[in-house]
């Protein structure tokens, strides 16, 4: 389950995906488009088990103009404790300016349905999160005027 085994991994999927497609493409770029996200893969090898390799997805949620507000920043950092609001990916910077989600499986746990899966996953979150860091603020009514309430008798 080296370095081959992800590739052949790669090609399988490219194969379930767009029968008859041929060459090893998506082994070669490791960058793929989902629904208009890209998505950068990359394998880390394990030097003792084979197995135990990692493969690792990662795409753009969102970008900022200026700094995002500390609110903001708070509820990121609550996201990625124990992946409670990122469906086991996390959520970080690239760059500066560029909030981006990833997610890392064991190779030995991957199967062309299970990667398919988790692609799947990864994308439907990070257009979820774009979508509620993109969405404008909800006006709030204004605060009710209780100073003429004062001047009310029973």
Known sequence: MSKEYYSELLTAYQQHMRPGAHGAVLAETEELVINGRTVSLSFMPHELIPEEGVVIC??????????????????????????????????????????????????????VATFGAMLDTLCMDADDWAARLTAQPKNEPSPPDFQHMLHMRA
Do not use: E
């Open 58 to 111: 990662r795409t753009d949620v969102a970008r900022f103009t200026r700094w995002p507000a500390d609110d903001l920043c708070r509820l990121l950092l609550q996201a990625n404790n124990l992946w409670a609001g990122s469906k086991g990916s996390t959520l970080g910077l690239r760059g500066s300016d560029t909030l981006m989600m990833s997610a890392a499986r064991r190779m030995g746990s991957l199967s």
